[in-house]
């Protein structure tokens, strides 16, 4: 499966930020979705995943109440809508694909988009 993650951007913290990941090839409900981010000098790390059928949807404790991931598997596209951003956020931001449904390790995902890079500005 090919992914293409966009809408990053240059927001203020406080603000908002929507991303999407478009995919195509191989069935893509197939797939536990997952979004990462990785700052300079820092590991990669997962934000948040959702199943096939988004009835398990993981973050972890850091992320809860500010960021939401959804999916919609009639576009081929997962969501991230981010909300009251901080400068500590500023990451490039990757989609990708997992078979095992609630990965949170980047060992476990198969296929990655090119990420798509978020700065928050103080």
């Known amino acids: 499966v090919q992914l293409q993650a966009s809408g990053g951007g240059l927001v203020q913290a406080g603000g908002s930020l929507r991303l999407s990941c478009a995919a195509s090839g191989r069935t893509f409900s197939r797939y536990y979705m997952g979004w990462f981010r990785q700052a300079p000098g820092k590991e990669r790390e997962f934000v948040a995943g959702i199943t096939w059928s988004s009835n398990f949807i993981d973050y972890p404790d850091a992320m809860k109440g500010r960021f939401t991931i959804s999916r919609d598997n009639a576009k081929n596209t997962v969501y991230l809508e981010m909300n009251s951003l901080k400068p500590e956020d500023t990451a490039v931001y990757y989609c990708?694909?997992?078979?095992?449904?609630?990965?949170?390790?980047?060992?476990?995902?198969?296929?990655w988009g090119q990420g798509t890079l978020v700065t928050v500005s103080s």
């Open positions: 990708a694909a997992a078979l095992s449904d609630r990965a949170m390790s980047v060992t476990s995902y198969a296929f």
